[in-house]
């Protein structure tokens, strides 16, 4: 048997050993409460607890959890149910009601404990509310842009038909415009040239067909695009450079000295990025035909 002394010591140490574990229970950062096992009344809750459901002390202590309707039925009932056959529960996502209707996300976990014969349940209760709105907010989120992404798609989609049509109708349009020209023009150019033309007129003749075919050609475009800078003359000189024609019959043509249409090749070579003497301009104009 043990001395007087041994028990009192050990009294002591248990003594300690309840109030550390008390202090414990009532400063832990989680909210924590101790329930009968039987009826679910509240025996005690921490300061946590408290300020997180609402009530006071004396409005939690001797009142059972569906009393104060801190669960819902269902949890309830799932939660008991989990107890009596496992003797435990831990991590079960709940909702809690608080004193002034909030409902409130939290994680429950309890144990069935023993303390000097009666069961009692020990049970720690996590508040993931702000997560919880915080993970629906992303998903939501999600959810938003996958369904703006689909529209975008459908939208670019069906941009893409629209620009492959536009295509399809330039393409058509400029094969009809090519054959009517080939068809209704350019034979009475043929005729003409037949006649007793002298060299001005002939010199007109065959621009006038050159120019023709370039009107569906992608050289007017492209020069028009890309050097938007060049001016009417300096495109009008182009398009006779590119068809072969010397700068002395380009001034015949144009009624201006050679020096002057110089001039203007000196330009649209810097215009169009050309350095001096590298690379010959009619070449240059071909290749971007």
């Known amino acids: 048997m043990k001395s007087s002394k041994a028990l009192h010591i050990e009294i002591l140490e248990r003594d300690k050993l309840n109030i550390l574990l008390s202090r414990m ?43 104060l309707n801190i669960l819902s039925r269902e949890d309830y009932e799932r939660i008991c149910q989990s107890l009596k056959t496992k003797g435990a529960i831990y991590n079960e996502e ?24 009666e069961k009692l349940l020990l049970s720690i209760h996590h508040d ?47 094969t009809r415009l090519q054959q009517n ?8 150019i043929r005729e ?24 569906v050609s992608p050289f007017l475009n492209n020069i028009s695009s890309y050097y938007k800078n060049l001016t009417p003359t300096e495109i009008q000189v182009s398009s006779m450079v590119r068809g072969g024609m010397t700068s002395k019959n380009i001034a015949k043509l144009l009624n201006v000295a050679p020096g002057t249409v110089d001039t203007h090749r000196n330009n649209i070579r810097k215009k169009l990025g050309l350095k001096k003497g590298k690379t010959n301009l009619r070449s240059y104009l071909l290749s971007i035909s």
């Open 25 to 67: 229970f009532f400063m832990s950062p989680s909210l924590m409460a101790v329930n009968s096992f039987d009826d679910h009344v509240f025996i005690d809750v921490n300061h946590r607890f408290i300020r997180f459901t609402g009530y006071s002390r004396e409005e939690i202590v001797g009142r059972s959890i569906l009393e």
């Open 94 to 117: 709940v909702e809690y009601r608080t004193k002034s209707g909030n409902i409130r996300v939290g994680i429950y976990s309890a144990e069935l404990i023993d303390v000097r014969g």
């Open 128 to 174: 993931i509310t702000e997560r919880t709105h915080a993970q629906n907010a992303l998903k939501q989120t999600e959810e938003e842009l996958t369904k703006r992404s689909a529209e975008l798609e459908k939208a670019n989609s069906a941009l893409r038909v629209f620009l492959e049509h536009r295509r399809e109708d330039r393409k058509n349009l400029e």
């Open 181 to 188: 020209i080939n068809e209704l023009i350019i034979p009475y």
């Open 192 to 215: 003409l040239q037949n006649y007793n033309l002298d060299e001005r007129g002939k010199c007109y003749l065959n621009i006038l067909e050159s120019n023709l075919k370039d009107i």
